[in-house]
């Protein structure tokens, strides 16, 4: 049986009707026919009003998702020919950062991203995304060989945070990071960034300094998780609905508070239950800003990322 | 007045003036006269343990006296997501952490002289908001940055802070990547830029501006780290040692390049800075 969240209880009943329905029509199937139609109808029109209606709570739910599509699976269906590279030349290999050469539709580019496990075991091998150091060092390794190569870089954000550990204090966390965004702000081929699950604070931010950021309609991005926050704001991790919602974490905050480009749309249901259509959605947009980052200048490129995150924040003179 | 409102009064008055000649040192724990701790610039004469110093403090015994001039002070918080809390709303602790040090924000920014050197300089304060990084914090910082690449003078930054500001939360995150945008265009014009990480520099600040320094400076145990102790213990499972992330581990494992006593800081600053051959 899937695991469902609360939330989705009406789908997996409307679900099952449908199932029942559909075996018992098996003798007379016309006159079934009608009502299965209406009711397969009314099944994705409920989807999609429960999931245009998430509470930030219920979106941190769907972006942790057991089931969500995974960094692999982006690989799988929207490129070809994926070259991973590996190390950073400095420490190892981390397996919660992947990154390689691939190609989109007829694009080369430079591909880097978080990379969760599909069950308990893959993610105990890949640490459940969180990077170590020598992951953002091998990502900054990855993006400055796109530099030189002259292709784009992609990144995919899906990380709960950077490793908290004490192996990943000793070898710099904080340092490894704050190259990133140093470098980042003046690589010298375009970059876009996709949230596609959890965006985690600094861990997310180490490799999302992008010309373009999207993120999925159910994906979050945040400078604290919900718990972290309630647990320190409220003194209690009870209250992380609650923290959620006052942190704006969702697509749509960010895209309203233009920390964010654009917002690439989940078919109902979530990207878990359709992922071969969440891959087809993101690709269409890459190649859209894909062709419209193509046409600047270097200098233009860098100055306008300059500005990008200047602009960001608000305050009062 | 009724005898139990008079005795309150009294005690505090008592309190108050104890407070006013003693402080206990967090470290040797040894009871110190006030006047002795501030004449020894917040150091314990006993043990060598650093204690905060305010922002307007730092400036005072770091650049060269009548040469600060403060800019974009008028900058301060706005509430870009209404955000309120268990205790009540941002608004109102902004508010109160203006009222209680004067200040706009969590960061003073400037210009101002080392030795005769003209610098940028940008020094946070722990009392706002536990010198939290917010938006406003993020462009005083930026645009200290951008006048030394303007003016091509070198930019020094004195770092105080629990990290990113929540109350302002992905906008403060984004903070991390606009600092070190202006940092990252001092590189390129060949702008020396020191970082000095003092007691505690730690979370989102650690893992912006303040780790990347040409040069990384800090002072004797401060608190410098990206995550914070008991989620690590919580992690790991393990105890960790008292020494973790305190500037002598973090100069151990390579990301720093000195650890200096307050009292040798702007000699320090200034040797570095005339090697600078601009
Ligand atoms: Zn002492």
């Known amino acids: 049986m899937e695991r469902e969240l609360d939330f989705e209880k009406p789908i997996f009943e409307m679900q099952k009707a449908v199932e029942k329905l559909k075996s018992v029509s098996g003798d007379n199937k016309?006159?079934?026919?009608?009502?299965?139609?209406?009711?397969?109808?009314?099944?994705?029109?409920?989807?999609?009003?429960i999931y245009d209606n998430l509470t930030p709570w219920q979106t941190v739910q769907v972006a942790r998702h057991p089931r969500r599509p995974v960094f692999f699976d982006y690989i799988k269906n929207i490129f070809t020919d994926f070259i991973e590279l590996h190390g950073d030349r400095c420490f190892g290999d981390d397996q919660a950062m992947l990154g390689g050469f691939a190609t989109l539709g007829k694009k080369k580019v430079m591909l880097i991203g978080h990379s969760k496990g599909k069950d308990v075991e893959e993610n105990l091998a890949r640490n459940f995304g969180m990077a170590r150091p020598e992951g953002y060092r091998k990502a900054l390794r990855l993006m400055k060989l796109a530099q030189k190569f002259n292709i784009p870089v992609i990144t995919f954000i899906d990380t709960m945070g950077a490793f908290p550990g004490l192996d990943a204090e000793e070898r710099g966390q904080a340092e490894a990071i704050a190259r990133n965004l140093?470098?980042?702000?003046?690589?010298?081929?375009?970059?876009?960034?996709?949230?596609?699950?959890?965006?985690?604070?600094?861990?997310?931010?180490?490799?999302?300094?992008?010309?373009?950021?999207?993120?999925?309609?159910?994906?979050?991005?945040?400078?604290?998780?919900?718990?972290?926050?309630?647990?320190?704001?409220?003194?209690?991790?009870?209250?992380s609905p609650k923290a959620a919602e006052a942190l704006k974490i969702t697509a749509k905050s960010l895209y309203e508070l233009g920390v964010i480009d654009e917002i690439i749309p989940e078919p109902p249901g979530g990207a878990h239950t359709d992922p071969q259509k969440t891959a087809e959605e993101i690709k269409k947009v890459l190649l859209k800003y894909l062709k419209k980052l193509s046409s600047l200048s270097t200098s233009k490129l860098i100055n306008k990322r300059f500005e990008k995150y200047c602009s960001m924040g608000k305050f009062t003179r | 007045m009724p005898w139990f409102i008079k005795t309150r009064s009294e005690r505090e008055t008592k309190n108050k003036l104890k407070d006013d000649i003693w402080v206990r040192c967090n470290s040797c724990k040894a009871h110190i006269f006030k006047q002795d701790f501030i004449n020894n610039l917040n150091v314990c004469?006993?043990?060598?343990?650093?204690?905060?110093?305010?922002?307007?403090?730092?400036?005072?015994?770091?650049?060269?006296?009548?040469?600060?001039?403060?800019?974009?002070?008028?900058?301060?918080?706005?509430?870009?997501?209404?955000?309120?809390?268990a205790k009540g709303p941002y608004t109102e602790k902004v508010e109160a952490s203006r009222k209680k040090t004067g200040l706009n924000e969590s960061v003073v920014t400037g210009t101002g002289k080392i030795e005769g050197c003209p610098v940028a300089v940008a020094v946070m304060d722990f009392r706002f908001l536990g010198g939290s990084l917010g938006s406003g914090s993020g462009e005083k910082i930026l645009l200290a940055a951008n006048y030394a690449y303007d003016h091509k003078i070198p930019y020094i930054l004195f770092s105080a802070s629990g990290g990113a500001r929540m109350h302002e939360g992905i906008l403060s995150l984004m903070q991390m990547a606009k600092t070190c945008a202006g940092v990252a265009r001092l590189n390129e014009?060949?702008?020396?830029?020191?970082?000095?990480?003092?007691?505690?520099?730690?979370?989102?600040?650690?893992?912006?501006?303040?780790?990347?320094?040409?040069?990384?400076?800090?002072?004797?145990?401060?608190?410098?780290?990206?995550?914070?102790?008991?989620?690590?213990?919580?992690?790991?499972?393990?105890?960790?040692?008292?020494?973790?992330?305190?500037?002598?581990?973090?100069?151990?494992?390579?990301f720093l390049d000195m650890v200096v006593q307050r009292k040798n800081?702007?000699?320090?600053?200034?040797?570095?800075?005339?090697?600078y051959n601009r």
């Open chain 1, 30 to 49: 016309e006159n079934f026919e009608v009502q299965l139609g209406e009711l397969e109808k009314k099944l994705v029109e409920r989807k999609k009003e």
């Open chain 1, 182 to 239: 140093t470098e980042m702000a003046r690589i010298e081929v375009p970059i876009i960034t996709v949230v596609t699950g959890e965006g985690g604070s600094g861990g997310a931010l180490g490799i999302g300094v992008g010309d373009v950021v999207l993120m999925l309609s159910h994906s979050i991005y945040s400078v604290i998780s919900p718990e972290g926050c309630a647990s320190i704001l409220w003194r209690d991790a009870s209250f």
């Open chain 2, 45 to 85: 004469p006993k043990c060598g343990w650093h204690g905060k110093i305010t922002a307007y403090e730092r400036i005072g015994i770091t650049l060269d006296s009548g040469t600060f001039k403060e800019i974009n002070e008028t900058i301060r918080p706005s509430d870009p997501l209404s955000f309120t809390d």
């Open chain 2, 189 to 254: 014009k060949k702008i020396p830029y020191i970082s000095v990480l003092t007691d505690p520099t730690t979370g989102g600040v650690s893992a912006s501006y303040a780790m990347v320094g040409d040069i990384n400076i800090a002072e004797p145990g401060a608190l410098i780290g990206f995550a914070g102790r008991r989620v690590i213990e919580q992690t790991i499972k393990q105890k960790l040692p008292d020494s973790f992330q305190t500037a002598e581990f973090v100069l151990e494992h390579g």
């Open chain 2, 265 to 275: 800081l702007k000699e320090t600053l200034h040797k570095i800075l005339s090697y």
